[in-house]
């Protein structure tokens, strides 16, 4: 077993015991960090930044430098895939990602190609590769991607939404097309990840940022189900690569996601871990999930609200502690190192 797959991370990730809960954050790589602002700078655009691999790595490598983290998280984007299949993203500041030709027709949907991972995505695998090599051995490296309905709003709306009625009524009304573009996106997406895997990555994730505003039967029809199908593709094509599936406001379903065959679920601020622990039972990991705006108050209420997340979790084995959301662009670095710092210092009672 290579340290990697040793490290307190993967270790955690199999629900086996550790000498201490492992941590890394979501977006730890990004606006909050002076030495990421001046990269980015550097490139020109966030778009620019991570359609290059010695940027894209520098920037991965930048939050493990500072604060040691227990996992690296490739820098790139939910929306590189969309854009590899013709869309045309774009990045406004201010504004956020918005795509030049998105989903308005049935026939726009039918008229999308299956990317190739090393010809349309080329430069996520080399930053992967290079980030691999870069990263110290111990430390594992995560790739990831959206989930299909979460890449397929931003597709469907052409950028981020208030109610998402456009993506929602493509769902109720063309049933049909959706199911086309689910399977689509789904296929797709575990090409990319499997591609990431072959480059070097040791573990994957997939974010559903958006599962959370569907009723529960389309949550259930449309993302859990195409979620599922990319877990049963990488575990036949990639058995010892773990994935941990993220769904923001998705509690509800937390049984139905351990179910899927993941490795691990990434658990929102609102859900007691206690409760996730019980429901899931002690097979599945559990990650996360410190409210992001803790990390606007003080070194002391930070302190108070990680050692709450850690006890509500319990001493068992299967914790990987993390934020319930990705890091804000105004938490002070510091800010950070004190939650670091807290993780590492915690005993239970």
């Known amino acids: 077993m290579n340290s990697r797959a040793d490290s307190r991370f993967m270790r955690a990730l199999r629900c086996e015991p550790v000498d201490r809960t492992p941590v890394w954050l979501m977006r730890q790589a990004g606006r909050y960090l002076p030495e990421y602002r001046a990269t980015r700078e550097q490139a020109g655009s966030f778009l620019a930044l991570a359609g290059n691999p010695e940027l894209a790595c520098e920037v991965t490598l930048q939050p493990i430098r500072r604060f040691g983290f227990d996992a690296a998280i490739l820098f790139s984007d939910i929306l590189i895939l969309p854009h590899a299949m013709g869309l045309g993203l774009r990045f406004t500041p201010g504004e ?31 930053a992967v ?111 010892d690569t773990p994935v941990i599936l993220f ?12 179910a899927t065959g993941c490795a691990g679920v990434g658990v929102d601020w609102t859900m007691d871990l206690g409760e996730a622990r019980r429901r899931v039972g002690p097979d599945i990991a559990l990650q996360g999930n410190l409210d992001p705006s803790v990390l606007l108050t003080n070194p002391t209420v930070i302190g108070q609200q990680v050692h709450a997340v850690l006890d509500a979790h319990g001493s068992g084995p299967g914790h990987i502690f993390n934020l319930g959301h990705g890091i804000t662009p105004e938490v002070p670095p510091e800010h950070v190192s004190c939650l670091v710092e807290a993780v590492r210092s915690y005993r239970a009672d």
Do not use: N
Not at 109 to 124: A, F, K, W, Y
């Open 96 to 126: 956020g990602p918005w795509f030049e030709r998105p989903l308005h027709q049935v026939a726009d949907i039918d008229r999308l190609g299956r990317p190739d991972p090393e010809d349309d995505t080329g430069e996520v695998m080399a």
């Open 247 to 258: 769904g923001k406001g998705c509690g509800q379903h937390i049984e139905a996601v351990a």
């Open 129 to 239: 590769r290079l980030i691999r090599q870069s990263l110290p051995d111990k430390v594992p490296l995560i790739g990831f991607a959206g989930s299909p309905w979460t890449v397929a709003t931003y597709m469907i709306e052409g950028r981020g939404s208030r109610d998402f009625a456009r993506a929602k009524g493509l769902l109720l009304a063309e049933p049909a097309a959706a199911e086309r573009l689910m399977h689509l996106l789904a296929e797709a997406t575990a090409d990319y990840l499997l591609a990431q895997v072959a480059a070097g990555a040791d573990a994957l994730m997939i974010f559903d940022t958006w599962g959370g505003i569907l009723s529960p039967s389309l949550y259930r029809h449309y993302s859990l189900s195409s979620q599922a199908r990319i877990v049963e593709r990488l575990a036949a094509d990639a058995p």
